[in-house]
């Protein structure tokens, strides 16, 4: 098992364009969150998904969103980008079976000039 | 508000010396606490969480819920402890949010 996969690794956009991120969960994970990482700070939580469905939205203003596919796997869409939408994104699979722990990717680097 | 603080962004300890790395918290009523570790170019991991009361890595943390305190403690640094550590915590619902740290850069000096 790869653990959690995250893509694409880099990118680079434009002001006003938008952007999705991809992430797969480990296998039999039924759950994922994701976090904005600025620079210089800690994660920040963005979304929680479990079995498709939102569980919970951090402070992001609605140019955010995101989604979970049958297979667990989950999409985070960012609309009308802003420079301050510079940071890492990270995506966490969480271990519904039994612990809860997060299990971070490798995070996708988002720059927006 | 729920709020994690870390006073230091940057450590430096000799090896071999005592480590501790600080963190307060914010949260009305009884949060879960962690410390996460991201070593160079590696991914955020779980070091240690107060429930399991585990000692990892030589790590270990007491929560101090008087003075709302999470400290992570070593008695002697090893060089491979450079990383950056991250106290976060979470509600008391095992699927809640995670709130971090801004996160202190310990860097074992030889």
């Known amino acids: 098992d790869a653990g959690v996969t995250q893509s694409p690794t880099h990118l680079i956009k434009t002001r006003g364009q938008q952007v999705t991120l991809r992430c797969s969960p480990i296998?039999?994970?039924?759950?994922v969150s994701w976090y904005q990482q600025v620079l210089g700070q800690g994660p920040q939580f963005i979304f929680q998904y479990y079995e498709k469905e939102e569980r919970g939205r951090g402070n992001f203003p609605d140019r955010f969103s995101a989604r979970q596919f049958p297979n667990y796997s989950s999409e985070l869409n960012v609309n009308a980008l802003l420079l301050g939408d510079s940071a890492l994104y990270l995506c966490?699979?969480?271990?519904?079976?039994?612990?809860?722990?997060?299990?971070f990717g490798p995070g996708t680097r988002l720059t927006v000039t | 508000a729920q709020r994690v603080t870390q006073p230091e962004k940057l450590l430096s300890v000799f090896k071999g010396a005592p480590v501790e790395l600080k963190c307060n918290y914010s949260?009305?009523?009884?949060?879960?606490l962690f410390w996460y570790v991201q070593y160079s170019r590696q991914r955020l991991q779980l070091l240690l969480r107060?429930?399991s009361r585990e000692s990892i890595k030589g790590f270990t943390a007491d929560l101090n819920k008087g003075e709302t305190s999470f400290h992570l403690k070593k008695p002697f640094a090893q060089e491979e402890d450079s990383a950056m550590y991250y106290c976060?915590?979470?509600?008391?619902?095992?699927?809640?949010?995670?709130?971090f740290g801004k996160g202190t850069r310990l860097h074992i000096l030889p």
């Open positions: 107060h429930i």
């Open positions: 296998s039999g994970h039924k759950s």
């Open positions: 976060a915590l979470s509600g008391p619902n095992r699927d809640d949010k995670i709130i």
């Open positions: 966490a699979s969480i271990d519904t079976r039994s612990s809860y722990e997060q299990y």
């Open positions: 949260y009305s009523g009884s949060p879960e």
